[in-house]
């Protein structure tokens, strides 16, 4: 049994916080109820800790759980509502055309790629690289995090694209070396 079978999304969520983390997004899917009962707790240690808990794809569920925002992939409806709600809105972005207009739809912030190939999304965009996250960067006035493929041995590669952080998902486990490195690359 692999190891990501063996630790929930809870145990997660305290092993990113414990090492640093910023903000937290609940990626399940699923129907609204279920993300919300999921979601409670960890929306709970986030309050607790002082940081954003964001929910991925679902505002209602972003909205019964009071979540700070929601993230939308380009795919995704409920822009309006979410900015209605007050949330947070972040948006995928794959190119520059896609980032502005997503800073154009009021998002507060642009997740950028995949920067490089990943495992979790396999039906992701084709990676857009360093060139192409800092293409996305210079392109728009809000912050842009990059996603796809990150860890701790190019988080900070990243980081000197322009990027304002980086979003991971396979290497939360690790997040106490990713916020060493990440920390080291903002000096």
Not at 121 to 150: E, N, T
Request: hydrophobic residues 55%; contains cysteine.
């Amino acid at each position: 049994m692999k190891l990501h079978a063996l630790v929930s999304d809870l145990d997660t969520a305290r092993l990113a916080v414990g090492a640093g983390a910023t903000v937290v997004q609940l990626r399940l899917k699923g129907p609204t109820e279920r993300i919300v009962a999921a979601g409670q707790p960890i929306a709970e240690l986030c309050r607790e800790a002082g940081i954003t808990f964001v929910v991925n794809d679902d505002v209602d569920a972003a909205v019964a759980l009071a979540a700070d925002g929601v993230h939308l992939g380009r795919g995704d409806a409920g822009a309006e509502r979410a900015l209605e709600a007050g949330l947070l809105l972040g948006l995928s972005a794959a190119t520059v055309d896609a980032a502005v207009d997503a800073e154009w739809r009021s998002a507060g912030y642009i997740g950028a790629g995949p920067v490089w190939a990943t495992p979790t999304k396999p039906d992701a965009d084709p990676p857009i690289g360093l060139d192409g996250l800092a293409a996305i960067v210079v392109a728009v006035s809000v912050d842009v995090v990059a996603i796809g493929g990150i860890d701790a041995t190019n988080a900070a590669d990243c980081i000197a694209a322009g990027a304002a952080g980086v979003a991971v998902v396979r290497a939360a486990r690790d997040a106490r070396e990713l916020r060493r490195v990440l920390d080291y690359a903002a000096v």
